[in-house]
């Protein structure tokens, strides 16, 4: 959530923030918007005008406290000396009256303020480029090149179907589309990577965490998923609870409501959880294979740390996740995400994306985010500073560490030999007993 005082004290930076996000009226482009005087981003002027109203209430409701506070200190002696109170009454009646009024009145200006403030999202950091989509995404960043085969590569699907080790068929009909069924030695690797990947991140300094796959929605509102995105989420009836859309909400929500120490931060978490999204913006969208699926499984990368030292950690968070990536040997790129392809919550974000050679181009496997204290705000997370003062609020960092189905999809695909079989990564071995999948 955006803070009102820094809307107000830099309120031409917000407007420009949101007009990178695409807020703004008029059938023209971002940068068109950014060069026009006459440009209007209704939110931040709405926002300004329901904060004045705001202000102004709360100060009239407090006065009218203080003047019947008064009036009341006035009737005991008063009536004492047999003097008439009955302007005094009178006079408490309005204020009364006045005071039920501009409470009703500040309630739905407050309600009205905290509804935009809940669905704005956050604002561009200077270095974010300025763009539309993933076509204006800028590429910072390249390892290794991708495998040279002497043969043609077979999608994922393909291969695991030939091995009987991919069903999707089934799965559809215990579940539906976009779910599928790993047996054998497909399903080990599922779990050989979670192991992994698990294991890389507590020797990076992370701490292991195994937290509930059900949250509320006090939680998914600390994260942003709530209230601009309930339609991409499982919600469970009857129950204020929905399954994780990704480890970042419960893992986030450890500390919400609470004041750290200065001395705690940062703090480093890890954990794997299921995940699960209705890809409800989606539809029609990568419906072959596994790479866009109701449930997948994840290991998520979850930092606090002080304001000041949130862009170092950030980079820090993407170089643990690129990690795993060098030791699988898997070439990948890492884009920098223009201004309107981010997530709602985050202020910067890195995608890493990995290289699939049945497709001849780079898929998102990991999206690493620094959220400021965006999220923060939301959750009221913060930290009490070492020097003395007020808490501040701490800045939130995550990413995927990675994606375990679509790392496993990399695999299969990069590994895939001429006769269909498939290598396993030499850091997995130890994790599978074997060192080739294939047809026994």
Request: aromatic content about 8%.
């Amino acid at each position: 959530m955006l803070s009102l005082r820094k809307i107000r004290e830099n309120t031409e930076k917000y407007k420009q923030g949101l007009i990178k996000r695409g807020l703004y009226e008029g059938n023209i482009t971002i940068k068109e918007a950014l060069s026009s005087n006459n440009t209007s981003v209704p939110l931040i002027d709405r926002i300004l005008e329901l904060d004045k109203t705001r202000r102004d209430l709360l100060y009239r409701v407090e006065e009218i406290k203080r003047l019947k506070n008064e009036a009341s200190k006035e009737i005991g002696p008063k009536k004492k000396k047999g003097e008439d109170i009955s302007n005094i009454l009178e006079q408490m009646k309005k204020l009364g009256e006045e005071g039920k009024e501009k409470s009703s009145l500040l309630s739905d200006t407050e309600k009205e303020l905290n509804t935009i403030l809940e669905t704005i999202p956050n604002i561009p950091d200077e270095s974010v480029p300025v763009g539309n989509d993933e076509n204006d995404n800028i590429v910072v960043k390249k390892w290794s090149e991708p495998i040279n085969m002497d043969f043609e590569a077979l999608p994922h699907y393909i291969l695991g179907e030939k091995l009987g080790m991919l069903d999707i068929e089934r799965a559809a009909k215990i579940s539906g589309s976009r779910f599928c069924v790993l047996y054998d030695s497909f399903a080990l690797l599922e779990w050989a990577l979670m192991n992994f990947m698990i294991k890389e991140q507590i020797k990076a300094g992370y701490r292991l965490t195994l937290p509930p796959f059900l949250v509320n929605s006090a939680s998914m509102f600390g994260t942003g998923q709530l209230p601009k995105f309930s339609e991409d989420a499982f919600k469970c009836e009857n129950n204020d609870l929905y399954l994780v859309p990704t480890a970042e909400v419960p893992v986030t929500n450890l500390h919400r409501d609470e004041i750290l120490e200065e001395s705690q931060l940062p703090i480093k978490y890890c954990a794997y959880t299921p995940c699960f999204r209705s890809e409800a913006g989606s539809y029609g969208k990568d419906m072959k294979g596994i790479l866009r699926q109701h449930q997948f499984n994840k290991v998520e990368l979850v930092k606090f740390t002080k304001p000041e030292n949130s862009e170092k950690e950030h980079n820090a968070l993407l170089n643990d996740a690129e990690n795993i990536l060098k030791k699988l040997g898997l070439p990948y790129q890492v884009s920098l995400l223009c201004s309107k392809d981010m997530g709602f919550s985050a202020q910067k974000c890195f995608d890493i994306e990995v290289w699939l050679p049945s497709e001849k181009k780079y898929r998102e496997i990991s999206s690493c985010s620094n959220f400021g204290d965006f999220q923060a705000r939301r959750a009221n997370i913060r930290f009490r500073p070492e020097s003395g003062g007020k808490p501040e609020f701490v800045h939130t960092i995550n990413g995927s560490g990675l994606a375990i189905g679509r790392t496993l999809v990399a695999i299969i695909e990069n590994y895939q030999q001429k006769d269909g079989s498939i290598k396993i990564p030499e850091v997995l071995i130890p994790y599978m007993d074997m060192e080739v999948i294939k047809n026994d």
